[in-house]
């Protein structure tokens, strides 16, 4: 991957690099390896492999985070996985709602891309209306920013998300 990035950006001047990890991060690190990706993050040395600074977060606290206005606002993601984050008076809370208990699974297993895959748009879209409406009952977010991939693959959301 960092050969890659290198390739790509070989003509970038730059002096710090910003990461957005799929998974847990602790410290500025990857406190454990993603589910969606091969293994090898938690203890990559991403500055030497850079040659600069590298500054990690979670990818969803930092779409999240490029969305923000102020007040309470809800990130959910809809990508590989589930990622979620809240935001709250300028505080970023990176959640790992993805792993919560969902009918017989999780939340990721209802609403990550093979989810879409097996379940077909419209059951998928039902699910995600569910889990968004319960989230949003126990957050009260002032406003909630979807985003991913998948996130174009919704129509009509449910009144909460307004």
Known sequence: MISKIKEQAHD????V???GYPGRVLNGQ???EPRNLGPG???FDFAKAFGCPVQIMN???LQALGSY???RMLFLGLGTGFGASLIVEGTVVPMEWGHFSYRNGTIEDYLGARALKRLGKKKWSRH???V???INEVFHADNIVIGGGNAKKLKNLPRSVG
């Open 128 to 130: 995600f209306k569910r």
């Open 12 to 15: 970038w001047e730059y002096e």
């Open 59 to 61: 990818d969803a606290a």
């Open 132 to 134: 968004i409406t319960f």
């Open 30 to 32: 990857p406190s454990s």
């Open 69 to 71: 206005k102020g007040g």
């Open 41 to 43: 993050w938690v203890s």
């Open 17 to 19: 690099v910003s990461i």
